[in-house]
T-cell receptor
């Protein structure tokens, strides 16, 4: 079945460091891909998305490119801030229902000043 | 424009009791989804509802769990005779319509603790 695999955390970085969180997926069709962020004690917020191959999603300095050839959607940010500390979830869905998402296990990011 | 509202935020139940979790979708949204997040795990889809209809309940446990989204009022996720393994965060999401690439908006979750 369809699945999403993320790099295991936790990831600890110093402020202004470069961030990469790997995400690969297994899917029989052509899903849409998402990154969600969960701040402590909060629900999930959509960070960025891409709906087709070679699309790049971007928001708040974060980027991810939909790579069909490597079935990947890695999240990157050039310079992280303490406020980026959160859990990041990679997810996919098919068009049938927007909220029926398959999530990875999440990667916890801690950014130290 | 209020987001997805879930209540209560925290719920403590003794084994064998019933838990009722409520979710009011964003204004104008008619699609509701429930997810469960176990400790150190990602979110797992449970059920997808539209007004007065269950569309997909493939992620719901076969026993003790039920969900509804009535014509009026919030969506309810009900867990009967709770057990310790039901302790988790339960998230609700809503969306305005189906379609590829659309966004689902999540509530802040209800954290259920079974003692």
């Amino acid at each position: 079945g369809d699945s999403v695999t993320q790099m295991e955390g936790p990831v600890t970085l110093s402020e202004e460091a470069f961030l990469t969180i790997n995400c690969t997926y297994t899917a029989t069709g052509y899903p849409s891909l998402f990154w969600y962020v969960q701040y402590p004690g909060e629900g999930l917020q959509l960070l960025l998305k891409a709906t087709k191959a070679d699309d790049k999603g971007s928001n708040k300095g974060f980027e991810a490119t939909y790579r069909k050839e490597t079935t990947s959607f890695h999240l990157e940010k050039g310079s992280v801030q303490v406020s980026d500390s959160a859990v990041y979830f990679c997810a996919l869905n098919y068009g049938g229902s927007q909220g029926n998402l398959i999530f990875g296990k999440g990667t916890k990011l801690s950014v130290k000043p | 424009n209020a987001g997805v509202m879930q209540n209560p935020r925290h719920l403590v139940r003794r084994r064998g009791q019933e838990a009722r979790l409520r979710c009011s979708p964003m204004k104008g949204h008619s699609h509701v989804y429930w997810y469960r997040q176990l400790p150190e795990e990602g979110l797992k889809f449970m059920v997808y509802l539209q007004k007065e209809n269950i569309i997909d309940e493939s992620g719901m446990p076969k026993e003790r769990f039920s969900a509804e989204f009535p014509k009026e009022g919030p969506s309810i996720l009900r867990i009967q005779q709770v057990v310790r393994g039901d302790s988790a965060a339960y998230f609700c999401a809503s969306s305005p319509a189906t379609g590829k690439g659309g966004e689902a908006f999540f509530g802040q979750g209800t954290r259920l603790t079974v003692v």
